[in-house]
């Protein structure tokens, strides 16, 4: 195999004896680069190698005909299969042209939310986009759902993700059709900054359909991807990139969602990582619902129905509460009991009733319906027309009786 042109400086030196470098460098970098292309993202057996190994040493090992620790011919072989025709340092080339860069353990800017993964932790991430990829994990929330999703899922998406930018949370999504739009959308209308979670590389504009909307992110926001330069999706690599926005986020809601949503891959990811997971309900007819109100029932996930609810659980104990959920609080809602009763016992027909009648209606004593009548009356809700009451008429302005 044609040895692939990283300066490792190892020569002369046995790869079984050499110690992995403890932080990054350029040879780290580039073997790092090369190694998103020879493997795919969350390839458990590959981070295992490098927490181990070093990404440095595992590539001068598969690339010198070596054996890692446990690895077979078939297993080494698919990897080997791809090495040919490696160029890390014209990959990072690329993408700085188009001002990216690699990110990868150990940079100022890595999201170290992400180790969480263990050995499915991405091996680098190639990103584009003005801010700090560490700075705008740090408050983010992931907003995900179908990609067929309806009228409804479109705009409490949006006005969830608009709700959510105004509070100052990062909105997370993966910039698909359907509930992933609108969360972008959503944000980048109040100005605020969007990440998306690509199944592709970044220099590619999946789907095509979306070329503008992943314009705007990558000015607005940031691009983020495992995969190298002008690597296309696949579906695998949709559900694997779900790992990614689960760990990367403080919490996941999942706005619509059938029985099989990849989008429930990320909800059950967030769940294992011990990262909030949120649900907003839909109609109970809707078949893009279920599998949102399967999350609610089984207790796997909170049921929240705005940006307010949704930030009271991930952010901070005690300081960013949601307000009450209430109804319109009416004038007669501070009256008394017994001042209720009595107003209920009134009739509203302009010859009203006698003390005696109230009495009857209202269940109670007749001093404390003349007491209750007298205090009404001061209030503007009971009127005396001779030895007769009855409700005031309504003025303008008053809620209906």
Known sequence: MTPIQIPLDLEGTDPEEAAPPTGPDD???????ALTRLAEPGDLTVGQWIAELGAARLL??????????????????????????????????????LGGRFVIPGDPEWP??????????????????????RLLALRSVAVVGARACTAYGA?????????????????????????????????LAVGGPTVSILACGIDIAYPRGHTELIRRISQQGLLVSELA??????????VLRNRVI??????????EAALRSGALSTARRA????????????????????????????????LVTDAAEVVELVGGIGGDLARPQQGPVLPWDVLPPEARRVLEALPAAADGAPVEAVVRAAGLPPDEVLHRLYELASLGFAERSGAHWRTARRRRGDPPG
């Open 155 to 187: 705009h409490v998406a949006g006005e969830l993700a608009a709700g959510l930018a105004e509070r100052g949370w990062v909105v997370v999504s993966g910039a698909a059709y359907g509930i992933d739009a609108a969360a972008h959308r959503g944000a």
């Open 246 to 255: 689960a760990a990367l986020t403080r919490g996941t809601v999942v706005v």
């Open 27 to 33: 040879r780290e970098r580039l073997a790092r680069v």
């Open 60 to 97: 001068r090992t598969i690339e010198t005909g070596g054996k890692p620790p446990g690895a077979t011919a078939a297993r080494l072989a698919r990897y080997r299969v791809r090495a040919p025709g490696l160029d890390p340092a014209a990959d990072l080339e690329r993408v700085r042209a």
């Open 271 to 302: 769940r294992d990582l011990n990262r909030l997971t949120c649900g907003v309900p839909g109609p109970v007819t809707s078949e893009l619902s279920g599998g949102v109100h399967a999350l609610l029932r089984s207790g796997a996930a909170t």
């Open 229 to 238: 330069p002008g690597e296309h999706p696949n579906r695998f690599r949709f």
């Open 112 to 133: 170290t939310q992400l180790d969480d993964l263990g050995p499915a932790r991405p091996i680098g991430l190639w990103t584009t986009g003005a801010a700090s990829l």
